[in-house]
């Protein structure tokens, strides 16, 4: 079934109901958002797209982007979003690799992409004149006739070569997703709002689907982002509002919200990074029993484990503090398993690495037959995450095999930052780790062999990767630790740098 499916039958329904807001207005109709939707989808099909073309959305959170996406289902285009932090070299590889048709864009961006080399694909910006052209047309015809397994979303997530991998998300493995939500998650009514303060292309617009399906609202802040002093101002002024953060948005809730103020927030959703216990105890106790975690992958979207609202918020159960420190369980659309080193499952309490299969898990990678066959096992998608399970079934993520940083709840991989860092003459050797920060989660840190100036280094990254992959401190050392193979030893340097940071007595 084609997702755009959803966003007819709620214009047929109900074609007055409100779909799109922009901070404390609602701005556009159900029936409005059906009929630019498919007037999209036929602009698109005049510039010669055809079904399963992609159309790649590199764009800063704004309204139109749901008339994007959808009116790509429309017209059975597969949909491309791309981080908009990205460097313009690296989404002009992203485009070219996943060959985009065409290109939309937000105002601000729209310069910078407007000068790749994009191979003919128009770029038109959101919300402009073009962009109200593009999206004019007669009443909607029905959208195009896709299967469970066409493709829906390309999701491109960070990999360890230093280059990104495209994971294929079907229809079918969106809908799947949309329904473990529904059912785990967070159940909107209509005229609830899902507030878009993350980025629309991760983590937040993959959910602004079970809003369609309900028919409740998908709103945009005014910035266009996030803002604690406006995100808590739109929510007290709708109530009723859902939001999807990382948990360094959720200690900046907790710091500007009014200790007097009545909770604003309906289900306060956190992933991407955990949260520790006490940042927790302390949104608990500021914005009331709203939050829930979710565990996922780009590979997975938003759908390994759930630990609910209303377990997060259970302080009587004796095993309270326990289940905090969990991703909790399975969600409802898949299986977990934990294999050990030896490829056996692993027993309670043992630790394994997370598998997943279900009907949310890709269909492999894009073009990328050797990462697809590495990934997936059998239907078993390996995530490379370290995992133990409790007697009650509770996840409690131990390690990330693949050494992902997660900063701010965007995921860095250090060979992408350190293949930077050894373009520079003065670095011999460089290995980057991510050290705990009480606000970012995590931040980027570079240990270094050789005797480069730092506003050098800072400047290549700068040249070359998004701002937030940046190191934010660059320590020299004689030599990096290491195996009898060679191989760099990421724990050791941690706990190098764990003492570094401890005061003496």
């Keep these: 079934m084609n997702l755009a499916e959803w966003l007819l039958r709620a214009a047929r329904v109900e ?37 399963g073309d992609r159309v790649a959305i590199v764009a800063k959170n704004h309204p ?30 992203i485009l070219g690799h996943c060959e985009a048709k065409a290109v939309f864009v937000s105002s601000e961006l729209s310069a910078d992409v407007g000068r790749l080399g994009l191979g003919g694909a128009p770029v038109i910006e959101l ?23 066409d493709l829906a979303w390309l999701f491109y997530t960070s990999g360890t070569t230093g280059r990104p991998k495209g994971a294929m998300l079907s229809h079918g493995n969106l809908a799947a997703m949309t329904f473990g939500y529904l059912a785990d998650v967070d159940s909107p009514a209509p005229g609830d709002a899902l507030l878009h303060a993350a980025p629309m292309s991760h983590g937040s617009g993959l959910y602004l689907m079970a809003q369609v399906c309900r028919r409740a609202i998908n709103v945009i802040p005014e910035s266009g982002g996030f803002d604690a002093d406006e995100t808590l101002a739109i929510a007290a002024a709708r109530g009723n509002v859902s939001m999807f953060a ?23 959703i956190w992933g991407g990074a955990p949260m520790h216990e006490t940042d927790v105890r302390a949104a608990l106790d500021r914005l009331g029993p709203c939050l829930a975690q979710i565990y996922g992958q780009g590979e997975s979207p938003m759908t390994i484990s759930v630990l609910a609202k209303d377990v997060v918020a259970d302080r009587a159960h004796p095993r ?15 299986e977990i398993r934990l294999v050990d080193a030896d490829g056996e499952l692993a027993g309670t309490g043992a630790l394994g690495e997370v598998q997943v299969r279900g009907a ?12 697809t066959s590495a990934a997936l096992a059998a239907g078993w998608l390996r995530t490379g995450d370290i995992a133990s ?22 995921n860095v991989y250090p060979r992408e930052v350190e293949e930077i860092l050894l373009r520079h003459p003065g670095v011999r050797e460089a ?63 941690r706990e190098l740098d764990r003492s570094r940071r401890v005061p003496t007595t």
Excluded at 127 to 149: F, H, M, N, V
């Design 320 to 334: 309270w503090e326990h289940r905090l420190g969990s991703a909790g369980v399975a969600n409802s659309a898949v």
């Design 360 to 371: 949310t898990v890709m269909g492999g990678y894009w073009r990328d037959e050797a990462a």
């Design 389 to 410: 399970f409790d007697d009650e079934g509770f996840l409690t993520l131990r390690d990330r095999s693949k050494d992902v940083i997660i900063s701010g709840g965007s």
């Design 127 to 149: 919300g402009s004149r073009a962009w109200e052209r593009l999206a004019e047309g007669p009443d909607p015809t029905a959208p195009a006739p896709c299967a469970a397994g």
């Design 15 to 51: 074609p007055h109901a409100p779909a799109v807001g922009r901070g404390s207005s609602d701005i556009v109709p159900y029936g409005e958002l059906a009929k630019r939707a498919a007037g999209i989808s036929e602009s698109l099909k005049r510039c010669r797209l055809g079904p």
């Design 431 to 493: 290995s980057v780790i991510g050290r705990p920060d009480p606000e970012w989660g995590e931040v980027v840190v570079a240990y270094l062999v050789g005797d480069a100036d730092p506003s050098e280094l800072d400047r290549a990254c700068l040249d070359a990767i998004a701002r937030f992959k940046r190191p934010k401190d660059y320590v020299t050392v004689g030599e990096l630790p290491t195996n009898s193979t060679g191989k760099i030893l990421k724990k050791e340097l």
């Design 64 to 93: 139109a982007y749901v008339e994007a996406l959808f009116g790509a289902w429309w017209g059975g285009f597969a949909a491309v979003p791309v981080n908009p932090k990205l460097h313009p070299s690296e989404i002009e590889w």
């Design 246 to 268: 990382a948990p360094t948005m959720v200690t900046r809730l907790v710091r500007a919200a009014p200790a007097s103020a009545s909770p604003p927030f309906r289900t306060l």
